[in-house]
């Protein structure tokens, strides 16, 4: 039997600076986290395939990661295109604000070796568990570019360990 997939679909662009700092918090979930609990983790972008070597070694992202540059997975799934003006309350992923993230990914674009936006600006994404099999057993499609669920909260959903994303040494009381 196949084991579930954990697959978050990276909304807008692989330059959008939410993405980027959402997958590098994917990046820090420990390969033997995901194979204790025998769960795939998938990250599908919107870009083309040149991309995602770039992307990669700026995330850190060593998991499986695949493209859909005609965005057909979107589609199917009913991902949104364009931002719903909702209050998400803050994302613990993203540690940028809206002016230096998108100043960071402006540069990216204008400095990379392939000038291009690297997919539709206004596409959302979301996240979702499927299998075993091809049943869909969570759905979440964002609503705007901070609105991605928490990876903790999804992590519990399909039985794999909560990964601490603050960088900051845990103390332990004695």
Request: proline share 7%; hydrophobic share 35%; with cysteine.
């Amino acid at each position: 039997m196949a084991a579930p997939v954990l697959a978050p679909i990276t909304q807008q662009h692989f330059l959008c600076y939410t993405c980027k700092e959402y997958v590098e918090d994917l990046a820090k979930i420990p390969r033997s986290f995901l194979q204790e609990a025998d769960v795939t983790l998938i990250v599908i972008g919107q870009s083309s395939y040149h991309h995602i070597e770039p992307f990669c070694k700026l995330t850190g992202y060593c998991h499986e990661i695949y493209v859909d540059p005609e965005r057909e997975i979107y589609k199917r799934l009913g991902m949104k295109r364009g931002e719903e003006v909702t209050s998400s309350g803050p994302s613990p992923h993203i540690k940028s604000n809206i002016l230096s993230g998108s100043v960071w990914s402006l540069w990216r674009a204008v400095t990379g070796p392939l000038f291009d936006f690297q997919g539709d600006p206004v596409q959302q994404g979301g996240t979702l568990i499927v299998g075993p099999g091809h049943d869909i057993h969570f759905i979440h499609r964002d609503s705007n570019r901070l609105d991605h669920k928490p990876i903790n909260s999804v992590l519990q959903l399909v039985g794999v360990q909560q990964v601490d994303f603050t960088g900051r040494p845990s103390v332990i009381h004695v």
